[in-house]
């Protein structure tokens, strides 16, 4: 027996097939390390050396520096060369098209976070019981 959908027709009507698909998703961001180093440097405009990022996204060097070289592929961060007295140093830092690409990744990250509240009830002590006779397995 085929089950029914539970999608409101106006919604089928909106053209709301795939609406949860969320394409804006890149997989290159998604990746949790390289959320939170692309996060660590929006926040800072200027840029960040490699041994600050490593502190701020609690990664070992190795994880960074991999993390970082895929970012970099993806032309979301440039590398810039430096050297404070005898010691090279490395910054990081967005790229305009990165910038761009991260703020979008964001925006879609919210509808996300919003699409997922409507249907939200705080459970409290007591369990709410589900229209149509469901209940809690």
Known sequence: ??????LKKTDAELGSAGRFSYK????VMHEKARLGILASLAAHLDGLLFND????????????SRHLGVLAEAELVE???????????T????TDEGRQR?????????RVVADGQPGV???GSKQ?????????A
């Open 1 to 6: 027996m085929a089950r029914k959908s539970h």
């Open 24 to 27: 804006g998703l890149d997989r």
């Open 53 to 64: 990022l490593k502190e701020l996204c609690s990664l070992t060097d190795g994880n960074l």
């Open 79 to 89: 590398i810039w060369k430096g050297s404070n007295g005898n010691r090279t140093q």
């Open 91 to 94: 910054m990081y830092r967005l």
């Open 102 to 110: 991260f703020t979008d990744y964001i925006s879609v990250l919210e």
């Open 121 to 123: 009830k705080k459970m």
């Open 128 to 136: 709410s019981k589900l229209s149509g006779g469901w209940s809690p």
